[in-house]
């Protein structure tokens, strides 16, 4: 008779915990239910802004928890935690066997022989031609303008009736080193198309998020000094070649007294162009006399120090560009060989980058 009882309590006791396990699950579910399985729309917000207050208390106590670990590590003498990098699209690319190495010579030897060696060795002092398309815009003379200010020895012809390959032909004869080609599409300009004269390259570009010199706060007026040109994250091959492309319009001895700068930063194959200039501005720091190290005839009358800060002040214009395609020698939409061109089955993943 005690066996049997023992053994109905052991199964009572197994059923009550297979029944509080189920309570819990059932309460885990009801606790994890997503935002977007409730059809009502305020209390999916009222669910979807409790989930993200949990997160950022969580958040907030890992932040504190790592701080007070390399607090007590100084404290100790002991070397703190590494700092965790972020994941980011740009650190998880894509493995790319094209990305440059600084001890690759055939690439260097590639750059002694390629069509821009006579500009970048300054054997020849770059000239730009800039025309539009056929059917101007409104937006596109003020774009050109602003285009000639940034670049150094560049002339405005006008498109007229002509072909891109006569006026190829015509810009060889005044020996041009560049052509640059403004496209504009309902009244505002909307690709750029970079023609190396007299070899080649063409490289055509998608041009996006145009803002002019007037519609920025605050913008500076550039001066006539050469400026100095900084490319950024153009890491493979691809990049290099179009890298070699932009610093072919410019001059190679930047006048730095200007205090002008071009940049073009390279981030998920968007080009951002940038036109700033350096201001050193004299400030003046007010420091009592018995906090530094003064006579005592000072002692405690404030002192003023002129301390210098370098600011950047934006001069325009602003746009981002596209590479679409890099073509062999100059503009030939016929017979032209291209060398890459963007098609729309490469965009397999968000962290794949051609530049």
Known sequence: MGGKRKSDENEGME??????????????????????SIKNKEKRSAVHAKLKHQKKLEKRKKLKARDAVAKRALELGEEPPPKQIPRTIENTREADETVCMPDDEELFAGNDADEFSAILKQDRTPKILI???????????????????????AHYYKRGTYDLKKIVEYANNKEFTSLIVV???????????????????????????????????????PTSHEPELVLNNFTTRLGHRIGRVIQSL?????????????????????????????IFDTKETKQSGSEGKKSKDTKGESISKEKVIARLQECGPRFTLKLVSLQHGTFDTKGGEYEWVHKPEMDTSRRRFFL
């Open 15 to 36: 059923v009550d915990e297979d029944s509080n396990n189920s309570n819990k699950k059932m309460k885990k579910e009801k606790r994890e239910i997503l935002p977007s």
């Open 250 to 278: 410019f001059p190679q001895s930047p006048n730095f007294r200007g205090r002008r700068v071009v940049t073009f930063h390279n981030q998920r194959d968007f080009i951002f162009f940038r036109h700033h200039r350096y």
């Open 183 to 221: 496209h504009t599409n309902r009244r505002e300009p909307d690709a750029l198309l970079i023609v190396g004269l007299p070899y080649g390259p063409t490289a055509h570009f998608k041009l996006s998020s145009l803002v002019l010199r007037k519609d920025i706060k605050n913008h500076g007026n």
């Open 131 to 153: 025309t539009t398309c056929r059917f101007n815009s409104s937006r596109g003379p003020a774009f050109i303008n602003e285009l000639i200010s940034v670049i150094p020895n």
